[in-house]
């Protein structure tokens, strides 16, 4: 189903990107005894820079708020998100003034996921750690320490 959100844009900057009206993901975390875990999405050869991991997120559509739009795109491609336990924080990565990704940190009680969709191969819940000996997404890798830092001010 194509959404309002869907299509390149170019953008301010001179870089063409995803999202009409920009884009979110969620990295979600759930808490073990022995720290926490986070999601990643693998994603697929059909989505940009496929065979790298990620958090699961998408487009924006028309008038929705980033939250809103990262854990829409994040059911589409994972499935069902249990209960929102806390968002813990987030990062912007906006380099025009007319686009822009947004990074939310969000607690759930339990893991959950898998592939649900074309643009997802695969889904794992790893430590912190690991994920730093995952190829990440390079958007995601450059997002990485500061969503790192939410998680561990978090779960501390």
């Known amino acids: 189903m194509r959404r309002t959100g869907d299509g390149f844009l170019q953008c301010s900057d001179g870089h063409v990107r995803w999202g009409v009206y920009g884009a979110a993901g969620v990295v979600f975390v759930v808490r073990f005894p022995d720290g926490p875990r986070v999601m990643l999405q693998k994603r697929s050869q059909f989505a940009h820079e496929g065979g790298t991991w990620s958090c699961a997120g998408g487009a924006l559509d028309a008038g929705e708020t980033p939250l809103d739009g990262a854990l829409r795109g994040a059911s589409e491609e994972v499935g069902a998100i249990p209960e929102v336990v806390e968002v813990l924080g987030h ?17 759930v009680p339990r893991e959950f996921g898998a592939s ?36 561990e001010r978090a779960t501390a």
């Open 91 to 107: 990062t912007v990565f906006g380099p025009s003034d007319d686009w822009a990704y947004t990074t939310f940190v969000v607690e």
């Open 116 to 151: 649900v969709n074309f643009e997802t191969d695969a889904v794992a819940w790893d430590t912190l750690d690991e994920v730093e000996g995952r190829e990440l997404h390079a958007g995601f890798a450059a997002a990485w320490p500061e969503l790192r830092a939410i998680i």
